[in-house]
């Protein structure tokens, strides 16, 4: 009795691999034809969530996944890398294939708002050769601001100079934006592509800064009544440092001057004082003094 059941144990286990095999010999059988018919799978990202117009790529919004060959759109990205840090020109759905051309990098195509710091604000200011340093400060400089205001009525009345704003990073330069590619390609009939280094371009008028928004109503107010009293330093972009300095008027400036060109005092001779005089014999009298 022993011996039929251990008989028919083997028999099902036998029947039990066998139909295992069958089973994995008729999915590759279906998996060959498929990559006949379709192709062989490739990886492909994919969004793991509905991504928003303009909205800022990250680690959690992709996913990488397979699919056929012959279903991979053109343009499909291969590696999440690529697409974390970009922004989403138009909305993609979950699952939805993330294709190169639906991607903007930071910059004049994605927008200013992007490279302005939360609770901050993007503000600009006029640029000349005299009040910006020969228009050589770049994005991502940082700089200074200095206002010469007059100050007082009458009598009282002076110019004082005072630095209002230190430490001020630089978002844009005319429309060169900060973490874009300096560069502007533009044809010139139908075989010149003519392309531009924005970086040697000196030529704008504009330079865009980040500020606070108490800043900012302070700038317009300077601004408003005589734009040309704004100046601007450069700073190495390593200091970091927030100099307390003082007011500096047309007194400073006058005390500064009068030091400047007073010589230098000789020092006096030293008179010796009188000798003193000697002391006169006493007159002698008596019977014998003289008429």
């Not at 040309?228 to 006058?254: C, H, Q």
């Amino acid at each position: 009795m022993q011996n039929n059941d251990t008989k028919t144990l083997w028999i099902s286990i036998g029947s039990a691999i066998f139909a295992v095999f069958l089973l994995y010999s008729w999915s590759q059988e279906q998996k060959a034809a498929l990559h006949k018919k379709f192709g062989a799978k490739k990886q492909v990202v994919v969004a793991s969530k509905d991504i928003g117009e303009m909205t800022l790529i990250d680690e959690s919004m992709v996913e990488v996944s397979e699919a056929p060959e012959d279903y991979v759109q053109p343009k499909a990205l291969q590696s999440p890398e690529l697409a974390i840090g970009q922004f989403a020109a138009a909305p993609i759905k979950k699952g939805e294939q993330i294709l190169n051309t639906k991607l903007l990098p930071p910059g004049k195509d994605s927008g200013l708002s992007m490279q302005v710091s939360p609770g901050k604000r993007a503000f600009t200011i006029p640029a000349n050769d005299i009040q910006m340093i020969a228009r050589l400060v770049k994005p991502g400089d940082r700089i200074d601001l200095i206002t010469a205001m007059d100050s007082g009525q009458g009598l009282e009345k002076k110019k004082e100079v005072r630095t209002i704003m230190q430490d001020v990073p630089v978002l844009a330069v005319g429309q060169n934006i900060v973490d874009t590619l300096p560069a502007q390609v533009s044809d010139e009939g139908k075989d010149t592509v003519l392309i531009t280094n924005l970086r040697k371009i000196h030529n704008f008028t504009s330079v865009t800064i980040e500020a606070s928004p108490s800043e900012v109503q302070l700038l317009i107010h300077i601004l408003s009544g005589n734009p040309g009293s704004l100046y601007a330093t450069l700073r190495n972009p390593n200091d970091r440092y927030v100099n307390p300095l003082k007011v500096v008027d047309s007194d400073d400036v006058l005390g500064k001057i009068k030091a400047q060109r007073l010589p230098a005092e000789e020092p006096k001779p030293v008179t010796p004082p009188p000798a003193p005089a000697k002391p006169q014999a006493p007159k002698k009298s008596g019977p014998y003094e003289e008429l």
